[in-house]
């Protein structure tokens, strides 16, 4: 038995922090949606759960997807095993998800190859803990979320109808970093919109609270994004960086800027495409 399977970057429409827990965490309200750039996962029967990647560093029982399939083996008592290698595309401490997506599609796969019959709401609350990020694709579709990510919705409206451009600067940023570095720095939390108002942060695609302490951090980052808002009427930072996203009317535009990026060394990889509702597995 094989199969072959895409994981999706997320993107960040919008993001605002609105609370910082006891515990450390930052609750959000942001939207995801997807793009069409993907790592892909190839699985194989096995009687043990290993992991390998075209990036070796991040092959291994570290990998998020070796975790998550090892707690679920354990927690639903599972015999088999899987062997999975992943081809890694998308960028890594971009702020794009790529290690949470591979670890979601890893579960889907799981869940149907062990036939363990979870709901995706169930998977969602299985796997919240290994990754505030893993909950979005698991859901399956574009989503306004709250608290750690883990509150979502379905995005009320129609996705903009344009070119995204992504654009990543070579060098990433930490997670944990961004969120501590925000803690030092902020003025102030934003209003927390709440479900019953989510529309209101709509208003708002393209604001990052974070965006300012990522700049701060990464200058290849903050140069990249003043190049894309030099091209682009409206470009932003995804999740907490460093890679950003430009919006173009034509195709055309989108490619030439990354062709523009690349020759001038402000970016380390471009991806241009649309920006999609819709995961692509839907098992
Ligand atoms: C900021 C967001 C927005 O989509 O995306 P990325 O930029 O990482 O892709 C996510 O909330 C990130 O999700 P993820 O990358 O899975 O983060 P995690 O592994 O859960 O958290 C790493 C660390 O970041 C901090 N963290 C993360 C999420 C959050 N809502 N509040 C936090 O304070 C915590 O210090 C946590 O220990
Ligand atoms: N399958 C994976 N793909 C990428 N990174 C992974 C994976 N598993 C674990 N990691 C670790 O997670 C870190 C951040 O993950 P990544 O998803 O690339 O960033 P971000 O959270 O900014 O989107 C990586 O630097 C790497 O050490």
Request: no cysteine; aromatic share 0%.
């Given at each position: 038995m094989t199969l072959t399977l895409p994981a999706p970057a997320k993107i960040n429409l919008y993001l605002s922090v609105t609370r910082i827990r006891d515990d450390g965490m930052h609750d959000l309200d942001t939207a995801f949606a997807f793009s069409q750039a993907c790592d892909t996962l190839h699985f194989q029967a096995a009687e043990t759960i290993s992991v390998t990647c075209?990036?070796?560093?991040?092959?291994?029982?570290?990998?998020l997807v070796h975790r998550v399939l090892s707690a679920l083996r354990d927690r639903h008592n599972i015999r088999q095993g899987l062997s999975v290698h992943i081809e890694k595309s998308i960028p890594e401490q971009a702020g794009l998800g790529g290690g949470s997506s591979d670890a979601a599609t890893a579960l889907l796969a799981a869940n149907k190859l062990w036939q363990t019959g979870l709901t995706r709401e169930e998977l969602i609350a299985f796997a919240t803990p290994f990754g505030a990020d893993i909950p979005c694709f698991l859901y399956g579709q574009a989503s306004i979320a709250s608290g750690v990510g883990d509150r979502l919705h379905p995005y009320p409206d129609p996705l903009p109808d344009t070119t995204m451009l992504l654009a990543w600067p070579g060098s990433g940023l930490s997670t944990t970093r961004v969120f501590e570095h925000f803690d030092r720095t902020h003025p102030a939390l934003t209003t927390h919109q709440g479900v019953d108002t989510m529309r209101a942060g709509i208003h708002q695609m393209g604001h990052n609270d974070l965006e300012e302490a990522a700049c701060s951090m990464n200058k290849s980052m903050a140069c990249l994004l003043e190049e894309l808002r030099n091209c682009s009427d409206i470009a932003w930072m995804s999740g907490s960086g460093s890679a950003c996203i430009a919006l173009f009317q034509r195709a055309e535009q989108a490619c030439e800027t990354a062709q523009v990026l690349q020759a001038r060394q402000l970016a380390g990889w471009t991806h241009t495409g649309s920006i999609c509702s819709t995961h692509p597995v839907q098992l």
């Open positions: 075209s990036r070796p560093h991040l092959g291994g029982e570290a990998n």
